[in-house]
């Protein structure tokens, strides 16, 4: 995957209006996960991402293997895209899941490992539950109320209270 469709495929996942909106959240997304992760992490992971969309995550960050909470991190991305921090959550999770389609599944467990799952505010796992629940597609029709219906119960049947 090129620069172009990563962020053709963010943009249309996010619904951005345009492809501004859309690297700046790819770039706060990155760069912060970037500053969380040891620079050879972040090496692994950027390793299969396009060259432009590589450099968030090592090229950008300065000082890597830093120590935050997950609200931290909602709170940087949030302030580098400029927009509230559900949003900013939101565009983290669906990014994380676009990364993990395009990586080698030893590095993106390598990233997992690299942040808790616990049960408070450090809890990292809130970052992969699109990746988590299906994917983004799966995901999305959860969400939307999408993908298979139940049948139809045929006219006149009833349903007993038995």
């Known amino acids: 995957m090129n620069f172009d469709e990563f962020t053709g495929q963010i943009q249309h996942r996010l619904e951005l209006p345009g492809t501004g909106e859309t690297v700046r959240a790819i770039r706060a997304t990155l760069m912060t996960l970037g500053?969380?992760?040891?620079?050879?992490?972040?090496e692994d992971l950027a390793g299969s991402l396009p060259m432009e969309i590589r450099w968030y995550?090592?090229?950008a960050v300065s000082d890597h293997g830093q120590r935050f909470d997950w609200s931290e991190f909602?709170?940087?991305v949030s302030e580098i895209e400029e927009t509230d921090p559900?949003?900013?959550?939101?565009?983290?999770?669906?990014?994380?899941?676009?990364?993990?389609?395009?990586?080698?599944?030893?590095?993106?467990?390598q990233l997992r490992n690299q942040l808790p799952e616990a049960q408070?505010?450090?809890?990292?796992?809130?970052?992969?539950e699109v990746v988590d629940a299906g994917g983004w597609g799966e995901a999305e029709e959860a969400q939307t109320g999408g993908g298979p219906q139940p049948e139809a119960e045929e006219p006149g049947a009833e349903e007993s209270d038995d």
């Open 120 to 128: 408070d505010d450090e809890n990292w796992g809130k970052l992969f």
């Open 86 to 109: 559900s949003t900013a959550a939101y565009h983290a999770r669906v990014i994380v899941d676009l990364v993990e389609t395009q990586v080698a599944p030893s590095d993106f467990e």
């Open 57 to 59: 995550l090592t090229g």
């Open 35 to 42: 500053q969380r992760i040891p620079a050879g992490a972040a």
């Open 74 to 76: 909602v709170s940087r």
